[in-house]
């Protein structure tokens, strides 16, 4: 998969702009921005009510940035070995993880520290690269946004409302949460269920679970309850749809090119 590097000729460049010799530029952001995206959702859901939802600790839970086990990680190596082992007696759980999450937790946790470290730096390399008509065509045409958004409804001031490195995030995964502590189910954009039982009745809700056997939902409109039914194969029908399937699968399908574009228009709807 292609992922969002700076080129060494970006890095030349704007060594150039702001006076900098090549020895002295700064190190060039090399995060794969699907698997931040990835990262910092496992990490909203699984750590954030204790570490805070940017692992910038929260309610117990240290700030991750600082913590010496994920400076000193390597690929998710150190993290991995630590959250399998956890320190249940100082109250942080372990978990069982696989290595693409370890992976992706890892990617997001350093791209943080990254960030901190190179904040406005990142914010001028972020607004350089882009094309702003390259992604308004994007926009319009392949990237299907138009059919979802536009640029004088819901997108309207966008590139106000978010500094380009928020923008970014938002563009790849905008599931917004909500204080620690939210379950998932209740954020603004949960993932839905329909159930429809044999008499032709149904109900739609936020996921809850499903299983082989069960599915709950969350009546957030209607009662704010749960509702929970059996299942027996088929019966009732269930069908999952996320609103945010669309940027689940674009996550999949972005090149460095269109995604500096992309937010590059994006920044400049305002
Ligand atoms: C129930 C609360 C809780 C949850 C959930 C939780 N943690 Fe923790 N975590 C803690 C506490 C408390 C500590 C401090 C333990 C100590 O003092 O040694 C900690 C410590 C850590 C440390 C070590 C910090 C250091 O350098 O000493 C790391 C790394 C960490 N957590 C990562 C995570 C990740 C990643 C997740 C999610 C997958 C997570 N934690 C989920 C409570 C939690
Ligand atoms: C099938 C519908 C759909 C498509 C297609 C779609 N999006 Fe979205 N997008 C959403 C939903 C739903 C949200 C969440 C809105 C919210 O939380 O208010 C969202 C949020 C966003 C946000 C964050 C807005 C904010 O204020 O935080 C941006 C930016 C965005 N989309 C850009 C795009 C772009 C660019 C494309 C095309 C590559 C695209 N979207 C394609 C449904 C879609």
């Not at 698997?35 to 909203?44: N, P, S, T």
């Not at 090119?257 to 920044?267: E, G, I, Q, S, V």
């Amino acid at each position: 998969m292609q992922v969002a590097r700076v080129s060494s000729a970006m890095v030349a460049f704007l060594c150039l702009a702001y006076g900098l010799s090549a020895s002295q530029s700064p190190p060039s952001p090399k995060f794969d921005p699907a698997a931040v995206a990835r990262g910092e959702q496992l990490l909203k859901a699984e750590c954030g009510f204790c570490h805070g939802g940017n692992a910038r600790g929260g309610s117990g839970g240290p700030d991750l940035t600082r913590s010496a086990i994920v400076q000193e990680d390597e690929n998710g190596k150190q993290l991995g070995a630590f959250l399998r082992v956890g320190r249940d007696d100082k109250g942080m759980p372990k978990f069982e993880f696989t290595e693409p999450q370890i992976s992706d937790l890892a990617t997001f946790l350093h791209s943080a520290i990254y960030l901190a470290a190179n904040r406005s730096l990142y914010k001028i390399l972020d607004i350089l690269v882009g094309d702003p008509k390259a992604g308004e065509a994007f926009f319009n045409g392949a990237g299907q946004c138009r059919s979802c958004h536009s640029p004088d409804g819901d997108l309207k001031d966008v590139g106000a409302k978010y500094d380009p490195v928020t923008l970014q995030g938002r563009l790849l995964m905008p599931r917004t949460g909500g204080p620690p502590g939210t379950p998932a189910y209740r954020y603004p954009n949960a993932v839905k269920v329909t159930i429809t039982l044999p008499s032709g009745e149904s109900v739609t809700g936020a996921l809850v679970r499903l299983t082989d056997f069960e599915v709950t939902l969350y009546e957030a409109a209607a009662s704010g309850q749960m509702r929970s039914w059996l299942r027996n194969g088929d019966v009732p029908k269930v069908v999952v749809t996320d609103p945010l399937q669309a940027h689940m699968d674009m996550l999949k399908k972005w090149t460095d090119a269109d995604m500096h574009n992309m937010t590059a228009y994006l920044a400049s709807l305002k």
